[in-house]
C-alpha cells in the first residue's frame, strides 16, 4: 500500500473495507456466480437426467421449475447485495510477490504490513458493530465451473483463475442495515463506497516492509514515523531489490 493508507492505519487504528460493488468497477465478476451456474437455470426439466432427478428428488416438472426459480432468486440476490458487502484483502503466501508490489503502488514509495492469520483474527476483536468472516479465496474457470449454491456468502469469495496469483485471504463483511439513505451499523460507513473497522494495531501488525525500489530515506521515514505514533515494530526494506551476487 501506499505510505498515506499506511498512516491512516497506524493514526486511526483501523481497516479500510471497500465495497463489492466498488471492487466490481475493475472486476465485474466479483460477487457473481458462474456461467455454468446460470446454464444450470435455463435447464428444461426433459432435458434433466433421470440420474439426475433421482438424486435430487425432483419428480414433477413443477418441482425443478420451484428449484430453478430458487437458484436465480440467489443469484440476483448475491450481486444485488454487493454494495452491503464489503471485503479486506491480504496476500496469503510464505514469500513476497514482486507482482503484488508493482499491482498496488502507485510509486516506489510504499511499504507492505506483514501479518498472520491468528493476527488479523485477534485484532479484529476490536469491532463489536459487525461480524467479520474470514477464509481464502477459491479461483475457478468460470465457464467451465460453478460455485456452490445455498450460502450467500460463498460467491463472495470466489474469483477467476486470472486472479490467482493474489493468494488472497479475505476479511468479509455483510451489512444488512446499509440502504440508500446511508445508515450502518458501523460507524466508520462512507456512503456508497466503504467502511472503516477499528483494528489492534499492535496485534495486526507483525512487520512492516518498505518497498524493493524505495531510496533509503523512505527506510528512515517509515522507520521514524512508526516510532513517533508509539508503535514497536520493525520496518525493513524487501531484499527482492538486491543486485544478483556477482
Not at 190 to 202: A, H, Q, T, Y
Request: aromatic fraction near 12%; glycine fraction near 6%; proline fraction near 6%.
Amino acid at each position: 500500500m501506499d505510505i498515506s493508507k499506511f498512516l491512516y492505519i497506524l493514526n486511526y487504528s483501523c481497516l479500510y473495507f471497500p465495497s463489492l460493488e466498488v471492487l466490481s468497477e475493475n472486476d465485474p465478476f466479483e460477487g457473481v456466480f458462474t456461467y455454468k451456474n446460470v446454464e444450470i437455470s435455463d435447464i428444461k426439466f426433459e432435458d434433466l437426467p433421470r440420474s439426475v432427478r433421482e438424486s435430487i428428488g425432483v419428480n414433477k416438472e413443477e418441482d425443478w421449475d420451484n428449484i430453478k426459480f430458487g437458484h436465480r432468486k440467489l443469484m440476483d440476490t448475491v450481486k444485488y447485495q454487493r454494495k452491503r458487502t464489503f471485503v479486506n484483502s491480504w496476500h496469503a503466501k510464505p514469500y513476497e510477490s514482486m507482482a503484488m508490489w508493482k499491482q498496488y503502488l502507485q510509486s516506489n514509495e510504499g511499504i507492505a504490513i506483514q501479518s498472520s492469520f491468528s493476527s488479523l483474527v485477534y485484532s479484529l476483536e476490536e469491532c463489536q458493530d459487525v461480524p467479520v468472516y474470514i477464509g481464502m479465496v477459491g479461483y475457478v474457470d468460470y465457464e467451465k465451473a460453478t460455485i456452490p449454491v445455498g450460502n450467500m456468502m460463498t460467491p463472495y469469495f470466489y474469483k477467476r483463475k486470472s486472479f490467482e496469483h493474489e493468494s488472497e485471504l479475505r476479511a468479509l463483511v455483510w451489512d444488512p442495515a446499509v440502504e440508500e439513505k446511508g445508515e450502518s451499523r458501523v460507524k466508520g460507513y462512507e456512503k456508497g463506497r466503504g467502511i472503516c473497522l477499528p483494528v489492534n494495531v499492535d496485534e495486526l501488525i507483525e512487520c512492516v516492509y518498505v518497498s524493493p525500489a524505495s531510496p533509503a530515506w523512505v527506510l528512515s521515514l517509515v522507520q521514524s514515523l512508526v516510532d513517533k505514533l508509539g508503535y514497536e515494530k520493525p520496518v525493513v526494506q524487501s531484499t527482492l531489490g538486491l543486485e544478483p551476487p556477482h
